[in-house]
């Protein structure tokens, strides 16, 4: 078997590479080792407008659950902001607070069925073990599908296998994810509780979800994902939701997820010859928020064209396939680079120091806010006025 493009891995990151490659007119086949495109879900669905713009798509409501106008923070003394009126304008990556709650199992189908539609073939139930390579370079990879193993050429591999990413580390695309560096959830659908069916609602403290945050996204039908991420605890993500949720009398699960977010930022090098990294393969994930769904879509995207032209050029050396790094760094890089600086500081802030600038938020709304009501608050609190130092 011989194609001009082999993806690995059908979700977001994969079925846009491998949309966007067809539709270059490459020859493409994608592998997905599920026996469904779409589940398990391991995500909380929430993502931005952007992403349709991205793809030159229109939101559609088979696989919108929920349109979100909103968030409110939950301090860990359980003072609650709305941000609306402390106002963040670049919250939900610069579209204010407009943004959704997708339906992922429906979604993710639909973009793989895009990329059917395209003209690309998709092989469900098959892994990926190794990668085939000649004098040094990436050129197929092979696969195991229901006990027969098989190679499959290609002139190149785009590896949008997850944050597990075997591709990337066999490629030797060093992912410098350590353990205090993926963050491990947990997340219930949960039926019966009754919230804001546009708002999402965030909560921080060390009780609640050490290193990380919990999650609330309304997604329609009286159901919400309540999840949670956290980062080098003793107790399980799983245990902490389980201690959040028993608040909730008369709420029942009607679907659990476990897994694991890339939060260090992206790997150095996201291209080899023959070889592309996408998606959370990549670390393309904001390491403050966790979220990845519009950086896969964008990096998907640009993957798929970058390999299809050289292709084309018939040159897939990686002195052509390097266009694809160099783009996606120019869109995201500086954003991710910040993100991390953030979520270092983010990491030793303590719970007192998370009341004490929710106090504050909540007693200077933004109209109000003013250097002085701010040089005074910080002269009370060291301890904050030393992160923000660090931060400048
Ligand atoms: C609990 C949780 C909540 C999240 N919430 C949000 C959110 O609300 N908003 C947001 O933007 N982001 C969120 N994220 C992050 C987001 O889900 C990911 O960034 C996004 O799904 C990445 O897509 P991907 O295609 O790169 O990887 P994945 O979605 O992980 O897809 C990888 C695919 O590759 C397949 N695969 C792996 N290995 C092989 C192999 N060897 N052979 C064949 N197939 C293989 C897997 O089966 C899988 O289908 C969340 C993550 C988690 C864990």
Known sequence: MKYDVVVVGGRIGGSIASLYASKDDAD???IEKRQEIGTPVQCAEGTTQSIFKILDMKPDKRYINAEID???????DGRAIDLAEVSCENFLDGTGYKGYILDRKVFDKHL??????AGAEIMMKTTVKDLIRKDGRVCGVVAEHLGETMEIKADVVIAADGVESNMARQAGLTNPNKPGNIGSCAQYELFGLDIDPHQLNFYFGREIAPGGYLWMFPKGEDTVNVGLGVRSTKKTAYQYLNQFISRFKGTTPVELNIGGVPLSGPIDKTYTDGLLVVGDAAGHVDPVTGGGIHIAAFCG???GQVAAEAVKKENTSESVLKRYDEIWREKFGKNLEISLKYRNAADKLTDKDMNALAEFLEKNKIENLSKISAIKFLGKHPHLLMLIRDLL
Do not use: D, E, N
Request: no cysteine; glycine share 6%; charged share 10%.
């Open 28 to 30: 493409v086949l994608m």
């Open 70 to 76: 909103g968030a409110t923070i939950h301090a860990p």
């Open 112 to 117: 793989a069925i895009q990329a059917a539609k």
């Open 301 to 303: 995207k640009t993957a």
